[in-house]
Structure formats: structure tokens, C-alpha cells
Nanobody, 116 residues
Framework: QVQLVESGGGLVPPGGSLRLACAAT????????MGWYRQAPGKQRELVAV???????NYADSVKGRFTVSRDNAKNTVYLQMNSLKPEDTAIYYC??????????WGQGTQVTIPS
């Protein structure tokens, strides 16, 4: 059973930066997609960024120019670099990796808090 373990969350002031990491027990070089979602209190889970093995990287409009998703195949790790953080970025951030279409794996989530 594949496991995804996120780390790197925390509390930073507005304008600060964080880098989230998602370590996979599976080989991400064979994954077809990987990325990050987030869920704020009282809201639905939403896409933050997704990297497709065959093509483009998609970002939510609210994070374009501030967040960057990347991967390190040697470490089987997916990253989310978050810069210029805003209070509205406060949420639990979830990593997801898909090896087989229709069967995404999810991490347990990591809390990111940006105080207003």
C-alpha cells in the first residue's frame, strides 16, 4: 500500500514562505500526475497545483506566480514552494499522487496558517 507523508507546514506571517514536501513510498517517476490540494475551514477541498507527467502544470488562479510545484524522482518527493503567503492561504494542504487513472492516493494533510 502506497503512503504519502506531508511535512513542512506551520505558521508564518503574511508575505512569508514555506516549502511543503510529500514523501511517497511508491516510485513517483511512474506516476501520471501529482500535486497539491487544500481545504480551508468551512470550505470544500480545492486544487492548488497539479503536475502531469505528459504535459502542463496547472495552478489555481489564486496562487499563480506565488506557488511552484516540483518533484524529485530520486527522493520520491513532491514539493510545493509557497511564497508571498496571504491569510487566505490558510488551510490544510494535501498531497496527491496518481499512478493509475481514477485511483489517486492522498496524504494525511499538513496545516498552513497565515495570521491576518
Amino acid at each position: 500500500q502506497v503512503q504519502l507523508v506531508e511535512s513542512g507546514g506551520g505558521l508564518v506571517p503574511p508575505g512569508g514562505s514555506l516549502r511543503l514536501a510529500c514523501a511517497a513510498t511508491g516510485t513517483i517517476s511512474s506516476a501520471i500526475a501529482m500535486g497539491w490540494y487544500r481545504q480551508a475551514p468551512g470550505k470544500q477541498r480545492e486544487l492548488v497545483a497539479v503536475l502531469f507527467i505528459t504535459g502542463p502544470t496547472n495552478y489555481a488562479d489564486s496562487v499563480k506566480g506565488r506557488f511552484t510545484v516540483s518533484r524529485d524522482n530520486a527522493k520520491n518527493t513532491v514539493y510545493l514552494q509557497m511564497n508571498s503567503l496571504k491569510p487566505e492561504d490558510t488551510a490544510i494542504y494535501y498531497c496527491t499522487v496518481t499512478w493509475k487513472a481514477g485511483t489517486p492516493y492522498w496524504g494525511q494533510g499538513t496545516q498552513v496558517t497565515i495570521p491576518s
